[in-house]
């Protein structure tokens, strides 16, 4: 009998230890995080990259975070509706809106697939570029009338953003646009195939940083009155100055426009996840800045500009933070 009670005490120590160390090991409650945002020459691509090391350390390995490359938002938003787990993307909250509804690129998708996006955190705005060969006679955004451009990668939200511009600006038709990948559109400007290229993304774009030290580039800048009639066609646009130094021989400040953007997930993230996620970003946003300008312009005040429902981990902290939320999106 002795033989088999101590038999049976060193069975309920070696269980008692093994559940103890799956207790403590970090790896036993592991959660796997994919970030998404657009392609790899972009600056959405490299806040991803920040994010991702910021997550891993303020959770000390428990959220193992993955960094995918995408061709931009749209696809972002069509993926949100299908991945599951934890998932953390980039989007204009317009294209959230959009895809709930299932117009614009989502027409004819079955708009409940959307209906779990939750918003997170607020992201550096997007800073629309259009971007022209310096040696070219272009000057203004109506001389693109009767050359060919890039108008972003296609599907992209950029495209369709861009698209929206020149119509609200009449030139719609008048403007050769050429359908190809966005990461195509510096060589197409440098071997003179094209007369520009758009690119939406934060600024400084890493990947127009390095074209305009080797191609003399032109960003076009829109006059006021071009400004106010975007401002109408879409009201999350707003007036966005890129200053002049920012890339290589610009010598002026550009006058352009940008749109918000946010870091979204869905409800198939837990709550613990996304509460850790949103905490680490505002507690060493400060910091993100000192490594990167962008993300100096983002603030807590500018939540009520995502529009789509918080996630209730993101909630969460909000609230414990004491952040002023707007009851649409509780």
């Keep these: ?26 790896a036993a409650a592991q959660t796997r995080l994919t970030l998404k945002s657009a392609a790899s020459t972009s600056s959405y691509y490299v806040m991803m990259v ?18 995918e490359e995408s061709q931009g938002s749209v696809q972002n938003v069509k993926e949100a509706g299908r991945r599951p787990g934890a998932f953390l993307f980039t989007s204009p909250p317009s294209l959230v809106g959009a895809a709930q509804n299932a117009s614009g690129p989502f027409e004819g998708d079955d708009s409940s697939i959307y209906d779990p996006i939750r918003t997170l955190f607020v992201m550096p705005f997007v800073t629309v570029h259009l971007v022209v060969d310096a040696e ?7 001389d693109l009338a009767g050359h060919s451009f890039i108008a972003g990668g296609t599907g992209t939200f950029c495209e369709g953003r861009t698209r929206a511009i020149f119509e609200a600006l009449g030139i719609v038709d008048d403007v050769e646009i050429v359908d190809v990948e966005l990461n195509s559109a510096p060589n197409a400007i440098r071997n003179k195939r094209v007369s520009g290229y758009a690119t939406c993304s934060s ?9 305009s030290t ?14 106010a009639v975007l401002a109408e066609e879409d009201p999350s646009t ?23 953007v946010g870091a979204f997930g869905t409800t198939e993230m837990d709550e613990d996840t996304a509460y850790t996620i949103v905490k680490s970003f505002w507690e060493q946003r400060e910091s993100l800045a000192e490594e ?9 005040e500018m939540l009520d500009q995502m529009v789509v429902e918080l996630h209730p981990g993101a909630l969460r902290y909000y609230e414990e933070a004491g952040i002023e939320i707007p ?4």
């Design 214 to 227: 080797t191609v003399p580039v032109r960003i076009l800048s829109f006059t006021e009155e071009e400004r």
């Design 238 to 260: 707003g007036p966005v100055v890129i200053a002049a130094g920012t890339y290589a021989g610009q010598d002026e400040d550009v006058h352009t426009v940008g749109l918000p």
């Design 136 to 142: 070219s006679d272009i000057e203004k955004v109506t």
């Design 50 to 67: 920040q994010l991702a090391e910021l997550v891993r350390e303020a959770s000390e390995g428990q959220i193992q975070p993955t960094v």
């Design 1 to 26: 009998m002795r033989t088999k009670l101590l038999a049976s005490a060193a069975l309920a120590v070696g269980v008692g230890a093994m559940l103890a160390a799956a207790t403590v090991n970090p």
């Design 327 to 330: 009851d649409s999106m509780k």
């Design 292 to 300: 990167n300008p962008w993300w100096a312009g983002v603030s807590a």
């Design 203 to 211: 600024h400084p774009v890493p990947g127009l940083v390095e074209l």
